[in-house]
């Protein structure tokens, strides 16, 4: 079976045995700590990008089961006040800017984005790993600040409440400031990459979706990342020497950090959100055998959502004063975000009719994502409706909804990826059983803490609440235990894939039998990707019509 | 029915007229979502049955949407989405404008507490006395950082901001004690900052304010409140009249309609006073903070831009005292008596 054989050009890919001593996997290509440390190679600054990821989306883990402990009982239960307020502030800044905005585009993007496009490499592979090295660098001073003094100002350091804190705002903004250009390093790298180094072949609408959403992500990382890198700024120099620019008892305004703070930080949810919908993309097509329904409006949808992702921010702002007509003005355009969602949840759905539907651990992750993505989006359409919001706002119905959309979706993303391309990144595979239950078992958890978190939020209870009034206890507790269904799920993953890491069965070049463009290279790959000449992308990705049958499709 | 929806969307007990609006629109908004998804998720698991795998490699036939398919997909959203925002927009801008006639109270968020102001006396902390059926207007600001105002029960929310008025309304409808939260993280008590509003039918509350007016303080309003917090003199209007002549606002401004210095404060609130600009503003809570604390921002035209500013030298209460002040020196054109709904026509 060699399914690249009808998509490249004949002598493209010439057969692996011929090359491969003299081509090694990019995995044993130097095996001195040297050699993985000043790499230039984007497989491998990928795998060490997923390491970093996954240690602290585990310290994340570790704090947010904390705060769920804490919330078990209306009062005081594991600790006091401030040690809760500085706990929820390092959940929040750690899974946000170490953990969910570089997830999946620094992970994966970076490993599977030149493969997709033919490219031997990105477009600028020093600066690649320069945006590693700013990446742990931000981290560590980040990092530092909150285990000595702690930050308690919540993740979106409003002021003036950050400009009065006596705890260590400084270092810890600071290293949120230097992680954004990690951000934005990738983000031009991304962009380049796509414009320049495309295989013949490929053209603008032959590129596979996940380079469609990882190149829309790019540009918002681009745009906006530097707004809230002058913004940390201007916060640290208040905090450090009252500069009073937020400050009103200096004349300056606290209404304006909020417009800067969520000119980026709306975006940057689309950040999160957006290479997901890439990674869904390719998952869907390649489990239901289909072409992509609609290819043209989920590409389109994408470069809609990152444009649109940049009016809407003052729908975190309904009820802080800003005027009537904004409120209404920001709500519709939060309306046009809904309907972008909605377009590509219809197109995956509409991809499945007439499928061959192989029911593998990503697509149960594909499952669930269209679960979170539906139910979270509808809600934030919901928060979208500016009366609605007034009584929901700040509450946990808010918590509950981005936890939805911007959690659920990219953790069910970054699982899919992570066993989707698992073979391709290290050629063996894992056990399909185990898959399966942890991800019944992470759905379920996932579903089981945060629902209650939305009848929280109706009920009442605000959000960075360290004690709460007793009315709110049975779905608080409801909420604990789903969260320890959650962690159970993640600690049988890690079981079976550090297993599989050792000693999986080899996987073969291509386990799923897929049509994505990044299959048509071995797995793992050689160090430069593809071995002989430049490959040659004639067809559309993920298409599996019989070739006997094919009609040449119409370009739509 | 919408007792029961209540019950399971785990709503509070719904005890104002904007309340009401709020979970009529919920329901819809739910109601429909709910119809959606499970519309879609059932589409969804029934073509991952229908069309499972068969052969390891199968081929598929190639699938691509009409023109009128993406029409739909875009069409049936957009309609609903929209529907639900207006609806709900009509229902903010009701509830941002304040009726006419409505009854004012002062708050002022503080770590951790919050203060009530009446303007007409008394003041009290963390405990909020209103009349019910009656419109009552929350002029909200904060003392020191971001605070949030928040009645589950009455669905209301409104942030209070240092140096700056905000303002929402609420009619409360049954009379009942129902409890006030604060939404926006400000420091290690946030969660400690609780307070109640009581909501007195109207007799009662009548003779609730007679009896705070003769200096009785109720034993738990006795208990609760921060003396330091309380002025000395209990009617804002009389304390605004003090500190308008003793932080020098009466040099410039006089308020028996002279020509002055600087406008004069008779029958200035509400006024629609012609700007340097061109442009026109009426004079209301807002812009008399606003005038105080960054006087050059609107100046009115025919006046140089003389005054200094307010800022950090008064304190929330007493700016508050000043503004009533100037309420009080009305001129027939401020319209009172029954209300004839809000001040703006709600967007149809």
Same mark, same amino acid.
């Given at each position: 079976m060699t399914p690249s054989s009808s998509i490249?050009?004949?002598?493209?890919?010439?057969?692996?045995?011929?090359?491969?001593?003299?081509?090694?996997?990019?995995?044993?290509?130097?095996?001195?700590?040297?050699?993985?440390?000043?790499?230039?190679?984007?497989?491998?600054?990928?795998?060490?990008?997923?390491?970093w990821v996954l240690l602290f989306f585990l310290v994340g883990g570790i704090f947010a089961l904390l705060i769920r402990?804490?919330?078990?009982?209306? !009062?005081?239960?594991?600790?006091?006040?401030?040690?809760?307020?500085?706990?929820?502030?390092?959940?929040? @800044?750690?899974?946000?800017?170490?953990?969910?905005?570089?997830?999946?585009?620094?992970?994966?993007?970076?490993?599977?984005?030149?493969?997709?496009l033919g490219a031997k490499d990105v477009a600028f592979p020093r600066l690649n790993l320069l945006s590693l090295y700013i990446y742990l660098a931000g981290a560590v001073l980040?990092?530092?600040?909150?285990?000595?003094?702690?930050?308690?100002? !919540?993740?979106?350091?409003?002021?003036?409440?950050?400009?009065?804190?006596?705890?260590?705002?400084?270092?810890?903004?600071?290293?949120?400031?230097?992680?954004?250009?990690?951000?934005?390093v990738t983000g031009i790298n991304f962009i380049v990459t796509t414009h320049t180094m495309r295989a013949p072949g490929i053209t603008?609408?032959?590129?596979?979706?996940?380079?469609?959403?990882?190149?829309?992500?790019?540009?918002?990382?681009?745009?906006?990342?530097?707004?809230?890198?002058?913004?940390?700024?201007?916060?640290?120099?208040?905090?450090?020497?009252?500069?009073?620019?937020?400050?009103p008892a200096r004349g300056g305004d606290p209404v304006l950090f909020q417009h800067l703070f969520w000119f980026y930080s709306h975006p940057a949810v689309y950040i999160m959100v957006l290479p997901s919908f890439g990674v869904?993309?390719?998952?869907?097509?390649?489990?239901?055998?289909?072409?992509?329904?609609?290819?043209?409006?989920?590409?389109?949808?994408?470069?809609?959502?990152?444009?649109?992702?940049?009016?809407?921010?003052?729908?975190?702002?309904?009820?802080?004063?800003?005027?009537?007509?904004?409120?209404?003005?920001?709500?519709?355009?939060?309306?046009?975000?809904?309907?972008?969602?909605?377009?590509?949840?219809?197109?995956?759905?509409?991809?499945?009719?007439?499928?061959?539907?192989?029911?593998?651990?990503?697509f149960a992750y594909f499952c669930g994502f269209l679960f979170f993505t539906v139910f979270g989006g509808m809600t934030g359409i919901a928060l979208g409706t500016v009366s609605l919001d007034v009584a929901w706002h700040d509450t946990y119905f808010v918590v509950a909804h981005f936890h939805f959309i911007m959690v659920g979706a990219t953790i069910m993303a970054f699982l899919a990826a992570l066993h989707y391309w698992f073979p391709k990144m290290f050629g063996r595979t894992y056990h399909e059983g185990w898959g399966l239950v942890s991800a019944a078992l992470i759905i379920l958890g996932f579903n089981a803490t945060f629902i209650p978190q939305f009848l929280l939020g109706n009920n009442g209870m605000p959000r960075r609440y360290y004690e709460y009034p007793e009315r709110f206890q049975a779905l608080n507790v409801?909420?604990?235990?789903?969260?320890? @269904?959650?962690?159970?799920?993640?600690?049988?993953?890690?079981?079976?894939?550090?297993?599989?890491?050792?000693? !999986?069965?080899?996987?073969?070049?291509?386990?799923?039998?897929?049509?994505?463009?990044?299959?048509?290279?071995?797995?793992?790959?050689?160090?430069?990707?593809?071995?002989?000449?430049?490959?040659?992308?004639?067809?559309?990705?993920?298409?599996?019509?019989?070739?006997k049958k094919a009609e040449v499709p119409d370009a739509v | 029915?919408?007792?029961?929806?209540?019950?399971?969307?785990?709503?509070?007990?719904?005890?104002? &007229?904007?309340?009401?609006?709020?979970?009529?629109?919920?329901?819809?908004?739910?109601? &429909?979502?709910?119809?959606?998804? &499970?519309?879609?998720?059932?589409?969804?698991?029934?073509?991952?049955?229908?069309?499972?795998?068969?052969?390891?490699?199968?081929?598929?036939?190639?699938?691509?949407?009409?023109?009128?398919?993406?029409?739909?997909?875009?069409?049936?959203?957009?309609?609903?989405?929209?529907?639900?925002?207006?609806?709900?927009?009509? %229902?903010?801008?009701?509830? &941002?404008?304040?009726?006419?006639?409505?009854? %004012?109270?002062?708050?002022?968020?503080?770590?951790?507490?919050?203060?009530?102001?009446?303007?007409?006396?008394?003041n009290g902390v963390n405990v909020l006395h209103v009349p019910a059926n009656r419109p009552v207007r929350l002029l909200i600001t904060s003392r020191d950082v971001l605070h949030s105002f928040y009645v589950p029960a009455f669905r209301i929310k409104m942030d209070a901001l240092p140096g700056r008025y905000t303002q929402i309304w609420f009619e409360a409808t049954k009379p009942g004690t129902y409890q006030v939260l604060c939404t926006e993280y400000c420091g290690l008590s946030h969660s400690k900052m609780l307070a109640e509003v009581v909501v007195l039918p109207q007799e009662e509350y009548e003779n609730w304010i007679q009896e705070q007016r003769r200096g009785r303080l109720q034993d738990r309003q006795d208990a609760l409140a921060d003396n330091s917090l309380v002025p000395p003199v209990a009617r804002m209007v009389e304390q605004g009249q003090v500190l308008a002549g003793t932080q020098g606002c009466l040099k410039c401004h006089s308020v028996d309609g002279s020509q002055h210095i600087g406008p004069t404060f008779l029958g200035m609130y509400d006024r629609v006073e012609q700007l340097e600009d061109g442009q026109t503003?009426?004079? %209301?809570?807002?812009?008399?903070?606003?005038?105080?604390? %960054?006087?050059?921002?609107?100046?009115?035209?025919?006046?140089?831009?003389?005054?200094p500013t307010y800022q950090g030298k008064l304190q929330g209460p007493e700016t508050a005292a000043i503004v009533e002040y100037i309420k009080s020196l009305r001129t027939p054109n401020v319209r009172e008596g029954a209300s004839e709904g809000p001040a703006y026509d709600a967007i149809q």
């Open positions: 490249a050009a004949p002598g493209a890919t010439p057969a692996p045995e011929e090359h491969h001593d003299h081509h090694p996997s990019y995995l044993v290509d130097g095996t001195t700590i040297k050699s993985w440390l000043l790499t230039v190679d984007h497989k491998r600054i990928g795998l060490m990008f997923l390491f402990v804490e919330l078990l009982t209306p !009062g005081p239960t594991i600790m006091d006040a401030m040690t809760y307020n500085r706990t929820f502030t390092l959940h929040g @800044l750690v899974m946000i800017f170490l953990f969910m905005i570089p997830a999946i585009p620094a992970v994966f993007g970076n490993f599977m984005l030149p493969l997709m980040a990092l530092w600040g909150m285990l000595n003094g702690g930050l308690d100002t !919540g993740w979106t350091f409003y002021t003036p409440y950050s400009a009065h804190t006596t705890t260590t705002v400084a270092p810890v903004l600071f290293g949120a400031f230097i992680i954004g250009f990690s951000s934005i603008w609408f032959k590129m596979p979706l996940f380079v469609w959403a990882i190149y829309a992500t790019s540009c918002i990382q681009v745009l906006a990342t530097p707004v809230i890198g002058l913004l940390l700024v201007l916060v640290t120099v208040e905090n450090l020497f009252g500069f009073g620019m937020f400050d869904m993309s390719e998952i869907v097509a390649t489990y239901s055998r289909k072409n992509i329904f609609g290819y043209r409006a989920v590409a389109y949808s994408s470069l809609g959502i990152a444009f649109v992702g940049f009016f809407a921010w003052g729908h975190h702002m309904f009820v802080s004063g800003q005027s009537t007509f904004a409120g209404g003005l920001f709500g519709v355009l939060t309306m046009l975000v809904g309907v972008f969602t909605a377009i590509k949840v219809f197109n995956w759905v509409g991809t499945v009719y007439k499928g061959a539907v192989e029911f593998k651990t990503p409801a909420s604990t235990a789903g969260a320890t @269904l959650l962690a159970f799920g993640f600690i049988i993953i890690a079981m079976y894939l550090t297993y599989a890491l050792i000693y !999986g069965k080899a996987s073969g070049k291509n386990p799923w039998r897929s049509k994505g463009y990044e299959w048509l290279s071995e797995s793992p790959p050689p160090t430069h990707n593809f071995v002989g000449p430049q490959p040659v992308f004639p067809e559309e990705p993920h298409f599996y019509v019989d070739p | 029915m919408s007792e029961l929806l209540n019950n399971i969307l785990f709503l509070p007990e719904a005890a104002s &007229t904007f309340a009401e609006r709020i979970d009529t629109l919920h329901h819809f908004v739910v109601g &429909t979502t709910m119809v959606m998804s &499970t519309a879609v998720g059932m589409a969804a698991l029934f073509f991952f049955f229908r069309y499972r795998r068969r052969l390891p490699a199968q081929a598929t036939e190639y699938i691509v949407p009409t023109l009128k398919t993406e029409f739909l997909f875009v069409s049936v959203p957009l309609v609903f989405f929209l529907t639900w925002f207006g609806i709900g927009f009509r %229902d903010f801008t009701w509830v &941002t404008t304040p009726p006419k006639d409505s009854m %004012d109270v002062y708050v002022m968020g503080k770590q951790w507490m919050w203060k009530f102001s009446y303007p007409e006396g008394p503003i009426r004079v %209301d809570e807002a812009y008399i903070t606003q005038s105080m604390m %960054d006087p050059g921002a609107h100046l009115v035209a025919g006046y140089q831009n003389v005054m």
